[in-house]
Each structure stands twice: as structure tokens, then as C-alpha cells.
């Protein structure tokens, strides 16, 4: 299973293209926010720019936490989501470590599932799908 | 009031309060330049001076905005210091995204504060808080205060804020949007300013459901457009060297104005060339919400300030009407020194292309005699950095009487001291194109007297027939395409890619089918709301000038002819009159 990673955020300029499209593929929604991609300035725009998203954790604390079948654990990390689950209770956000997690105004999460339709809308390649290398990952993330 | 209403946030500033309106009609204003204007004639007073509490500072966006790619600039309209009539500046960077998020397709702030605060929009929430300790803070100081003081929602948030410039109510003060862009030209920062507001943040923390009914369409017709944006070679002169490839041509034809414009070329401008900047100072590129060209050019400024090699390093952004203006204009013909002063002048928020040729004018007329050194107060010389620097802070700060006459304008200065021959002066000061006389008369009749208005500099380079009416109906056609554009709202940028038949397919797909079929006339509508507001403001066409020092250029196309510059102005004021022309009276 492969899983999305920011690998090169140096590069970013802050277009939110890859927020816009996953929230109008995936989430269905016109956001930059509802996205399981959100890009931050880290202190103003000298700075650069960071990207929030799912680290693909394995176990995944979100599902751990999720006391429906809302989010399950996905095989090579990450989730599974199935929406129909959800009962906005919110605990998937609280438990992620890293914020990957947003809960939009009417409390549904939205998180990265992995997909990489966001990819071929960075301009400048910041992001890529690729396999999780399972000898540094087991029960955790890995800098890939 | 129909769904194709705007939703429009109104600020009362002298009591703390606000309200949401709904106003207008997209499928009549499109938004953008239509609705600020719209906007203006319901709030502005025109007969009043731009400095009365009650006028009304207006942000719009259009109803295209974020919906697809460089759908990403904001209009600002208002009643301006610089003439004071109704204009208008556009600006990009996050706004325009984080309005659409919080929810309010403009944004009106009316009335004065009692003392300065800072104003922050978001989808729910509208508060003001106190910056009374932050006046006189540049517009660095004031960007990191204003971060840490509205800790939540970076990267989904813009941050507008004003320098000294503002405060000491220049006529051309900017609104500095999110560090590197910004409402640059006709004094929207003194607006600001004389309204006791240092800073505006606008949250976009919303989210929305996707446009139009069917969610397969706007997804192929967002990456087809996305497409046309990124892989074809349209877009690639704003994405490689950006704007300031343009130097070298325009030096080669004798178009760069160099020196308060007494040269059109130089071999030196060679360093000032956007292969220059590219290959010595470029570090990296930025780009505004929604917009993934990316052309925004930021270059390293490294500067020792002590011995043993210490150096502080700033990030500076630049393009070609900075170059030209705070480089060639000024004699400054190395890439450092020219972002040097762009650097001073983004710390005081001011305009730097009408600082640029204000300076250039001030060192011609010290030159001269007019200007004694008492006044200047510093060693102004094309060429002298140091000098420039500290008088850019000066004009920040109207530091004593000819600097606040001068940030009130080169002409407005010269009007003083002497000098209006070379006032470098086209309705405001000029832009960096001395192409020819379809550019000058242009840029000092149109509606925002900005190159941007119309195409004429490209006119001007493409044909030579030198014919009077086609000039002027290329100019009036060129400006009414651009005011759709910048109604929706469109970076001119795109304006190769988003041509009427993909326009059309866009308004349709978010479910405004009739603005789709009616773009023309929506469009020339709305060119003549602004006009009939810009005249009903006071503007009076037939009182421009285009000084003496515009006649003199010569280009590679020889000599100015003063009898053809004279034709299509007379042409174009025609037109304007019948543009701005009372509704009814055109009806009849």
C-alpha cells in the first residue's frame, strides 16, 4: 500500500492547489481546509510553508480512539474512513499527534486516505505516493 | 433578493459594530471592479473629501473567485488621496481565497475608529481589537505584532496592514497584503489610515459546498483549466523570470525609462535584466492563493552591517515596475541596490512605483537648483543608494515640508518648487513603459491611470500606423474584456488563458448560466458604472496633461508626434464622456 508524503516542501510556494483538490476530489467539498492536505505558513510567508497531513501511523491512533467503525486501521497505515460511522464525536482530531485531522464546522473529520489525486496539482512536485519502507515503520511513522 | 445576491460585510468603525448584507446582483455587477463600484455609488459620497469618516474602503472579490485557477485577486475601491476621486487598486496573496472562506464577497468599512485598531473578518467571527501600540510600526514590525496577536489560522489567513506612509496620510500609501503583494497604487494605505484602522485580518475558516450541480463537470473543467495555467507556454513568461524579463527588451527598443526618464536605454540596465535577478539573487518563488504559476520572485538582500563579516539577509520580493522604478528610474543599475530600496519602501508602505519617480523627479529638480540641500536634506544623485534609502523614510514619515509635499505627489511637488516640464506624471506617476504615444495617453486618461488598464504599450510595439480612432478602439474594447476580468475576479496575468469562450464555461458550471450568456453586456455595464462614478467623484479628462518630458523620448521608433498623441487623447476623452455619460441621458 503506498501513502502520500510531502517530501519536498522547500519547494512549496503556497498555492493550495493540492488543499482545493483534495477537498473538491475526495471530500467533495470547496475548501482549503476540509482537505486531507492543509499547507500553514510557519510564521509569516519568509518562512516556507509546512504541509498537514496523515503520516500514515500503523497502529493509528485515530482509529484506536474512533469508538465506531468511522475510522479503521488501513494496512500499510493510515485509515479507513466510512463516513456513514461517523458520529461527529470529535476524538479522531484529538487523538492524532500531528493535527492531520480537521474537523470542519459541522464536526466531520476529514483526513488523508492516501489516494494521491492532490499529486498532479503541485506545481512544483512537492508531493509524491510511494510505498512506506516496513522495516523503519513498524508501530510508527517513518521519514520517508 | 435572489440567490445571485452578494453577501457583503459592512464594518462600522466608529461604533465597534457590524452587519451582513445581501446586494446587488452577480449576474448585473459579476463582482470585483462591478461590485466596488456598485458598492461605492451605494455608500460612497461623492461630493465629500476622501477623508471623511463615511467613505466607505471596500474589498471585493468576484463571483468566479477560488472556484478556478488565478480566480485570486481582490479589488479595492475607495475615494482617493492622490486625486480624490473614486479608484481603484487590485492586489492578490491570500485574500481573495480567505474572503471567499470567511463567507463575504466584500468587505466595506465604514466610519472612523476612535483610535487605532486592528480589524479581523472571519466566517464567525468579526471583532476589532486595540493597536493604538502599534502606529508607527513598518509594515515588517507590524506583520509579526499582528500574527502573534491573532495567534490561529496561518497559511488560511490574510493579513493587511499599513507603514508610516498610511499614517501620515500619503497620497500614495499602499495596503501591504500578506508580506509580498499588495493595493499599491492611488493612496488606499492613507484610507486605511485616516480611518484609524493599521490592520485587517480576514480568517478564511470556513468551508463550502462545491459549486454548481454536478461535482464530475467542475472537477474535469477545474483540471482542464489547471492544465492551460501549468503546462502550456502562455503562462511560462510569469512563471520563469517573471515580469522582469522585460527589461532587456524594452531597453533594446529605447522604452525603459532610465533616469527620470531622460534616457529610454542604457547599456547598464544589463544589471538590472530579469536574467540578472534570476541568476544572482532569485532564492525561491511564491504564489497567491489559488494560483499555481507561482509568480512571485523573491530575491536574497544581504547586507553586512558591522565588520568581521556580519550580514543580515532580508527576502525581498520584486518585479519589473519595482525594478524599473526603484532601479532604472533612479540611476540605480545593479540588482542589490535596486532591491535594497524596494526594501525600504515595502518597510514605510509606500507605493514603490510612484516613489520611484517621485524620487527620480526630487533629484532632477535638486539637480536643477530647485531644491535646496535644507530641503532634500540628503545628497539625492541618480545613482546615490544611501541617499534614497534615507529619503524614502522621509516620504514615510513627512519628515518636514517638501517631503509632504512630495507624498502628495511628484506633480503636486513640482506644482511647488518648479519643475513640472519633468514631473514623469501620466494621472499619476508613470509606469515603466515609455513605448510610445498610445501608452501615454493611455496611462494618463485611464480609469486607473495603470498600465494594466489597457494593452496600449503592447499597441504600441505591434502597430505604426499611428491611427488615431483604431487606437482609441483597440483601448476602449481592451479595457472592456479587463473589466470582466477583473470583475470575476481574474489575475490580468491570465488573460491569454481565460478567453470569453472559457469564461462562459466557468460562470455556467457554478450555476450562473445567465451572467454566461450575457458577459458582454454585463461587462460594458459595468465599464460604464465606473466611469459614470469616477466623473461623478470630479474627474475632469479634459484637464489632463502629459508633460513636456513625455515628448521628448524618443524610441526605436523615432520621434513622439505630438499631433498624434494629441488626437488619440481627444479621442479617448470622447469616449470617456460618453462612457460616464448619466444613465438615463445615454438612454435617451
Known amino acids: 500500500m503506498k501513502i502520500l508524503r510531502a517530501t519536498r516542501m522547500d519547494r512549496c510556494i503556497g498555492c493550495h492547489s493540492c488543499s482545493l483538490a483534495c477537498a473538491r476530489l475526495v471530500h467533495k467539498k470547496f475548501s482549503w481546509l476540509a482537505s486531507g492536505i492543509r499547507i500553514r505558513s510557519s510564521g509569516g510567508l519568509t518562512t516556507g510553508f509546512e504541509a498537514r497531513l496523515c503520516l500514515a501511523c500503523e497502529p493509528a491512533a485515530c482509529a484506536l480512539a474512533c469508538p465506531t467503525g468511522a475510522f479503521s486501521q488501513r494496512k500499510g497505515g493510515g485509515v479507513i474512513v466510512k463516513m456513514r460511522q461517523c458520529i461527529r464525536c470529535g476524538l479522531c482530531a484529538e487523538a492524532c499527534p500531528v493535527d492531520a485531522v480537521y474537523l470542519d464546522q459541522a464536526g466531520q473529520p476529514h483526513v488523508c486516505i492516501h489516494c494521491g489525486q492532490c499529486v498532479e496539482f503541485c506545481p512544483h512536485d512537492c508531493l509524491e505516493l510511494r510505498e512506506k519502507p516496513e522495516h523503519v515503520c513498524v508501530g510508527g511513522t517513518c521519514d520517508v | ?588
Not at chain 2, 393 to 417: I, P, T, V
Not at chain 2, 456 to 478: C, I, L, R, T, W
Request: proline share 4%.
Open chain 2, 1 to 588: 433578493m435572489s440567490d445571485a445576491a452578494f453577501r457583503v460585510c459592512i464594518i462600522h468603525l466608529h461604533r465597534g459594530k457590524s452587519e451582513i448584507v445581501t446586494f446587488g446582483d452577480k449576474n448585473k455587477h459579476i463582482g470585483g471592479s462591478g461590485l466596488a463600484a456598485a458598492l461605492f455609488e451605494q455608500f460612497g459620497l461623492p461630493g465629500e473629501p476622501w477623508s471623511h469618516p463615511d467613505q466607505p474602503l471596500i474589498f471585493a472579490i468576484g463571483c468566479l473567485t477560488g472556484y478556478f485557477p488565478l480566480m485570486s485577486k481582490t479589488v479595492a475601491g475607495f475615494k482617493s488621496p492622490y486625486h480624490d476621486q473614486y479608484a481603484e487598486s487590485h492586489a492578490g496573496g491570500r485574500l481573495a481565497l480567505a474572503m471567499r472562506f470567511a463567507g463575504y464577497d466584500a468587505i466595506v468599512l465604514r466610519g472612523r475608529a476612535r483610535l487605532p485598531v486592528a480589524v479581523h473578518i472571519g466566517s464567525r467571527i468579526i471583532e476589532t481589537k486595540d493597536a493604538n501600540y502599534l502606529w508607527g510600526a513598518n509594515v515588517f514590525t507590524a506583520g509579526r505584532v499582528i500574527r502573534r496577536a491573532f495567534p490561529s489560522g496561518s497559511g488560511h489567513r490574510s493579513i493587511l496592514r499599513i507603514g508610516p506612509a498610511g499614517e501620515t496620510l500619503s497620497a500614495y500609501a499602499c495596503i501591504n497584503v500578506d508580506t509580498f503583494r499588495h493595493f499599491g497604487r492611488l493612496g488606499s494605505g492613507s484610507v486605511m489610515g485616516v480611518k484609524n484602522v493599521k490592520a485587517i485580518v480576514v480568517s478564511g475558516d470556513g468551508d463550502m459546498e462545491l459549486p454548481g450541480t454536478d461535482s464530475k463537470v467542475y472537477g474535469k473543467l477545474f483540471k482542464k483549466v489547471y492544465k492551460d495555467m501549468t503546462a502550456t507556454e502562455m503562462m511560462s513568461k510569469y512563471h520563469d523570470l517573471g515580469t522582469p524579463v522585460n527589461i532587456a527588451p524594452l531597453n533594446a527598443l529605447k522604452s525603459l525609462p532610465i533616469r527620470n526618464l531622460q534616457q529610454t536605454s542604457d547599456p547598464d540596465a544589463e544589471g538590472l535584466s530579469g536574467e540578472k535577478f534570476g541568476a544572482d539573487l532569485l532564492i525561491r518563488n511564491a504564489a497567491c492563493s489559488g494560483c499555481p504559476v507561482g509568480c512571485i520572485h523573491v530575491g536574497m538582500l544581504r547586507e553586512q552591517f558591522q565588520d568581521e563579516h556580519r550580514f543580515q539577509i532580508r527576502q525581498v520580493s520584486y518585479d519589473f515596475e519595482t525594478i524599473f522604478s526603484l532601479g532604472s528610474m533612479v540611476g540605480l543599475m545593479d540588482a542589490s541596490s535596486a532591491l535594497a530600496l524596494m526594501d525600504e519602501v515595502e518597510k514605510q508602505g509606500l507605493d514603490a512605483m510612484s516613489t520611484g519617480v517621485a524620487l527620480a523627479w526630487a533629484t532632477e529638480a535638486f539637480q536643477k537648483g530647485l531644491l535646496s540641500m535644507e530641503q532634500v536634506e540628503y545628497d539625492l544623485a541618480f545613482g546615490n543608494l544611501q541617499a534614497y534609502k534615507e529619503a524614502v523614510w522621509c516620504l514615510g514619515h513627512a519628515k518636514n515640508e517638501f517631503y509632504r509635499d512630495l507624498a502628495q505627489g511628484s506633480m503636486h511637488a513640482a506644482g511647488k518648487y518648479g519643475g513640472e516640464d519633468f514631473a514623469c506624471v501620466l494621472g499619476q506617476e508613470m509606469a515603466g513603459y515609455a513605448t510610445g504615444e498610445t501608452f501615454f495617453a493611455s496611462q494618463s486618461l485611464s480609469f486607473r491611470h495603470s498600465h494594466l488598464d489597457t494593452g496600449a504599450y503592447g499597441y504600441d510595439q505591434k502597430h505604426h500606423d499611428k491611427n488615431p480612432d483604431k487606437a482609441v478602439a483597440f483601448m476602449v474594447e481592451d479595457e472592456r474584456e479587463r473589466v470582466l476580468l477583473t470583475s470575476l475576479v481574474a489575475c490580468l496575468f491570465a488573460r491569454g488563458v481565460y478567453k470569453k469562450e472559457l469564461l462562459a464555461e466557468c460562470l455556467a458550471c457554478v450555476g450562473l448560466p445567465d451572467l454566461a450568456a450575457n458577459m458582454d453586456q454585463a461587462s460594458e455595464d459595468m465599464q460604464r458604472l465606473r466611469w459614470r462614478t469616477r466623473l461623478a467623484t470630479g474627474f475632469e479628462p479634459e484637464k489632463s496633461r502629459v508633460p513636456k518630458r513625455f515628448l521628448e523620448v524618443e524610441t526605436w521608433a523615432g520621434n513622439m508626434e505630438p499631433a498624434y498623441l494629441d488626437a488619440v487623447r481627444q479621442g479617448y476623452i470622447k469616449v470617456i464622456r460618453e462612457l460616464g455619460a448619466p444613465a438615463e441621458t445615454r438612454q435617451e
